[in-house]
């Protein structure tokens, strides 16, 4: 498959984004680590595409600097629910339609409610994923936004350990 033909940069280009493609050599648990280590951008730059549910298990995307954390407790209190938890990798792929390594916002199977970091809107460009392991896109983090009406919210932790 060329790296064009994802879901996601169909969704990009539907959209009129302005994006770059960026392949890298994917490495299965090597998370936003690897990924900014190949191509030589800073990992806050790096942005994840989590798949979480509610305490009624309705899915939603929160996309998360990828040296941070989700606070799950705040995410839950800045949305109003009661509890949020990341989603079985299974019931993620169900969701998105994508594999997990390669989720991206754009181009998911339905259409989820999406929360993304405030402070990643401060960010000149982001790093996300296209659509598949070890493919990336890097677009503007506001026009990125707007396009998948994100919420922004304020729920980045630093890493534990």
């Known amino acids: 498959m060329s790296a064009g033909a994802t879901p996601a940069v169909h969704a990009l280009r539907k959209h009129g984004l302005a994006?770059?493609?960026h392949e890298?050599?994917?490495e299965l648990k090597g998370g936003t680590r690897v990924s900014a280590r190949e191509l030589g951008v800073d990992e806050h730059h790096v942005v994840k595409t989590l798949v979480m549910e509610d305490d009624t298990r309705a899915p939603l995307i929160i996309?998360?600097?990828g040296d941070r954390e989700v606070s799950t407790k705040a995410l839950a209190r800045q949305i109003g629910v009661k509890t949020v938890k990341p989603c079985?990798?299974?019931v993620a792929e169900r969701h998105t339609g994508y594999q997990v390594g390669g989720t991206s916002p754009f181009g998911t199977r339905k259409p989820l409610p999406i929360y993304v970091e405030r402070s990643i809107l401060g960010i000149d460009r982001i790093y996300l994923n296209g659509g598949r392991r070890g493919f990336l896109v890097s677009l503007d983090p506001r026009a990125a936004a707007t396009a998948l009406d994100a919420t922004p919210v304020d729920v980045a932790i630093a890493p534990e350990g």
Do not use: D, I
């Open 19 to 21: 994006f770059t493609e």
């Open 88 to 90: 079985a990798p299974e």
């Open 63 to 65: 996309l998360m600097h």
């Open 24 to 26: 890298y050599r994917y």
